[in-house]
C-alpha cells in the first residue's frame, strides 16, 4: 500500500484539507441538491463494502456487513442523487465498557469506519456524515460516549476530530501493520454531557438532568 492509501485508511475527506480555525460545517441543507444522506439499508450493503475495499486497507467479513443492520449499529449512506450510488459512509456500534462494581457501565459507540469517495472529498459531506452519526449515537443509543481509531501520523485527521470535542485518551503502540511495518494509533474519545449526568444522577438520585450531545459541541467546523 502507498504513502497515500495509509492514510486513507483512517480519515479520507480531511487526508489533504487544511483545517483552519474557522472553517465551518456545511450545512447539509447546502447540498441536498445533489447528495441525501440516511441510514444504511439492505440494498446499500453491497455498495458499502464496494466503497469500504476503496478507502481501506483491509477486507471485512460478511458478518461485518450482516452486524450493521442491527438495532445495536449506526450506518449512514452518502448517496449521489445523479448516479444514485454510495459516495460516503460512516458506521458504529455500541459497546458497554464496565467500569467496576459501584460504577454504572459506559455507554460507548465506536466509529468503525467512516470515510469519502476520493473524487466527491471537500464538500461537506464528511462533516454531515459525523454530525449526523453523532447525533444518532446520543438518540438511538444513548451513548455516554464515542470513541475511534486513528493513525498517530493522521495530522489532519485528528485535528479534524478535536474540533469535534474529540480528546486523545491513549496511544496504541504498533497498532496497525501494512506495507511491512508497525505503525502507531491514538483512541480519540468524546465524552459527551450524558454521562457526567448520569453520574451526578446516581451521586443524587433526587436532582434530575437533560441530557444534549450536541451542548459539549460548540462550535463545529
Partial sequence: ?????????????????????????????????????????????????????????????????????????????????????????????????????FSPKTRQAYIMTFGVEENETHKGIGFNLINIA??????????????????????????FYKKFGFKVTKILKEYYVFNNKKHDALVMVYNNIAREQKLKKTENPFVSFGSNLWACLGSCC
Avoid: C
Wanted: proline residues 2%.
Fill in 134 to 159: 453523532i447525533n444518532k449515537f446520543q438518540s438511538r443509543l444513548n451513548v455516554d460516549e464515542v470513541s475511534l481509531h486513528v493513525l498517530r501520523s493522521n495530522i489532519r485527521g485528528i485535528s
Fill in 1 to 101: 500500500m502507498n504513502e497515500k492509501n495509509q492514510k486513507m485508511f483512517i480519515f479520507r475527506e480531511e487526508d489533504k484539507l487544511k483545517i483552519k480555525e474557522e472553517t465551518k460545517l456545511i450545512p447539509l441543507t447546502d447540498l441536498e441538491e445533489e447528495y441525501t444522506i440516511r441510514e444504511i439499508q439492505k440494498k446499500d450493503l453491497q455498495e458499502v463494502r464496494l466503497l469500504d475495499n476503496k478507502l481501506f486497507p483491509i477486507q471485512y467479513k460478511d458478518e461485518f456487513y450482516d452486524n450493521l443492520l442491527l438495532p445495536n449499529s449506526v450506518g449512514l449512506v452518502a448517496i449521489k442523487k445523479e448516479t444514485g450510488g454510495v459516495v460516503g459512509v460512516i458506521t458504529g456500534q455500541l459497546k458497554l465498557i464496565d467500569n467496576g462494581w
